[in-house]
């Protein structure tokens, strides 16, 4: 299982390696694939054990597309870690390997998703048909492969 974690703008330094480190602990530093933008790339010098995805747009949904098709072929664990997630939570993600989890509250996601290997290219391919609109949410879009190619998924 590999981790993607986006790392939203609004987080210094100290937010995120305080974010990092359960995740880190639980899944190792050879695991962590991180999403960043341009205007982010000081944070390469701070956390040189991540992985870098560059994120051109600042999109959400294009950040999570990209760093989607860079690890096709794994489990994928992903974060915002933007949100506050308590660390019973990211571990009952981690435990339900062989099913696809998502994160919602009142229909929005929530900061983590769990994609199993054998749905990721649905996802993937429902995000690439989804990317022009901007507004959508993550959740929206797990809906939408659930409809267009039956995946199942759980909330939690």
Known sequence: MKALLLLPR?????SISEKLAPVERLLGRDSLYAVITSDRKHIIDSFPELIYILNETGNLLYG???GLKKLRGNDVFVADIGFEHSIDTIKQFLRAR??????????GWRG???????????????????????TQDFAQIIQFARAEYGIEYDLV
């Open 10 to 14: 609004e987080l210094n330094i100290t």
């Open 64 to 66: 999570i597309y990209k």
């Open 98 to 107: 062989r099913q696809n989890l998502l994160h919602a509250v009142n229909g």
């Open 112 to 134: 983590l998703a769990l994609l199993r290997l054998i749905d990721l290219d649905y996802v993937i391919r429902t995000l690439e048909s989804s990317l022009d609109n901007t």
